[in-house]
């Protein structure tokens, strides 16, 4: 079938992006799903820093790819092998498709899938097909198994998660990534305790997710740090106690007052060495300091040993929250619903498939923490 997707030909590519356009608007054909896969109608996609990575050579991809990796849409047509999705069901997209018989998998690890992890590396869905091809013939790329930027997309069924019809599908695309990562970072990856102290050192649409997780799971005293003012504010309208901005050059001093010397869990979702040291800078001794952000692959941070033994640190990498997507994301969604994860306020706007470039000046202005694609 034919369809409309964002194209991205080249990286990196120079900004503003809504002059460069990064991202073409074209048509192009999609290959009926095989076993194990399913046709989906994407119903809305968000805008993620990991997306624009991309774009910006932070994270070179195989190219043409179409991008998009938050996503939710709705069943068209389960391909061969696919019993247990009908036509109509609603559903999110995990960014990792799961196996479930390599030894992460066994091991209760979803994220640290291997096949799962070398498709995306790969470009392709799980079973290491690609079923899009460009107007010029040539075959384009899948970002992690999703390529939700297009009005279609064939997805392996081991990336696909039934959800609630009854859910809003423009919320439900934020469980995909943000929700996912920010919240799963602070229960799964932390194990955050009631009346444990917090920290998130960056607050998009992940971190403000994390403050989220961090409320929800207890925590006495949350702290929430970033360069903008604007979403500092809303940290603290999402339960932040304690809001710094991280470029203050005695925001260390400052924090380690309001803590007492440190808090239990700082969990960096910028993306950045600068922001990682600051999140281990503010942890107490025998605390945890946890990074969720992907910075670029050539950074580097300086952290001195001694502290690791003398003060007992612990060091955590947290990729997809440590989540198991088929578990987590409906548990975080009963959240959702009951009014304990309030998700949509991470939605600053949504917007058509042609503002792409656009949306994507946006967020990387920081002037939104979600925008979403709409079909």
Avoid at 46 to 73: F, K, T, W, Y
Wanted: with cysteine; hydrophobic share 40%; net charge neutral.
């Amino acid at each position: 079938m034919r369809i409309r997707a964002a194209v991205l030909r080249a990286s990196p590519v120079s900004k503003p992006y809504g002059q460069t356009r990064p991202l073409s608007i074209e048509t192009v054909e999609l290959a009926p799903p095989q076993a194990g896969e399913v046709l989906i109608k994407i119903a809305a996609a968000g805008l993620c820093h990991s997306d624009l990575s991309v774009i910006n050579g932070d994270r070179p991809r195989q190219l043409p790819m179409v991008l998009g990796h938050e996503a939710s849409g709705v069943v068209v047509e389960p391909g061969p092998g696919v019993t247990d999705l009908a036509p109509g069901d609603h559903v999110v997209m995990s960014f990792v498709p799961t196996c479930g018989t390599c030894p992460s998998c066994l091991d209760g690890r979803a994220q640290m899938c291997g096949p799962g992890q070398a498709a995306n590396g790969a470009g392709t869905l799980l079973g290491g097909g690609r079923r899009l091809t460009c107007d010029d013939g040539t075959d384009a790329y899948h970002l992690c198994g999703i390529s939700g930027f297009g009005e279609y997309a064939v997805i392996s069924r081991r990336s696909i998660i039934k959800i609630d019809p009854e859910m809003s599908l423009v919320d439900a695309a934020l469980f995909g990534c943000a929700v996912m990562t920010g919240v799963g970072a602070i229960v799964n990856t932390c194990g955050v305790r009631p009346g444990q102290s917090v920290a998130v050192v960056g607050l998009g649409g992940v971190g403000l997710s994390a403050v989220m997780g961090a409320v929800a799971a207890g925590a006495e005293q949350i702290v929430a740090l970033d360069l903008s003012p604007a979403k500092l504010d809303i940290a603290r309208s999402l339960g932040a106690t304690d809001t710094f901005l991280a470029n203050d050059p005695d925001v260390v001093d400052a924090v380690k007052a309001a803590t007492k010397g440190g808090v239990d869990h700082a969990v960096e979702m910028a993306g950045s060495a600068p922001a990682f040291e600051l999140a281990y800078k503010i942890t107490r001794r025998g605390g945890t300091t946890a990074t969720g952000g992907l910075a670029n692959p050539n950074a580097r941070v300086s952290l001195p040993p001694v502290h690791l033994v003398a003060e007992e640190r612990t060091i955590k990498g947290s990729y997809m929250g440590s989540c198991v997507p088929p578990r987590d994301i409906p548990r975080f969604m009963a959240l959702y619903q009951r009014g304990k994860l309030p998700v949509n306020r991470l939605l600053s706007s949504t917007g058509p498939l042609d503002e792409i470039n656009e949306g994507f000046d946006r967020l990387d202005r920081g002037e939104v923490v979600r925008h979403v694609i709409v079909y």
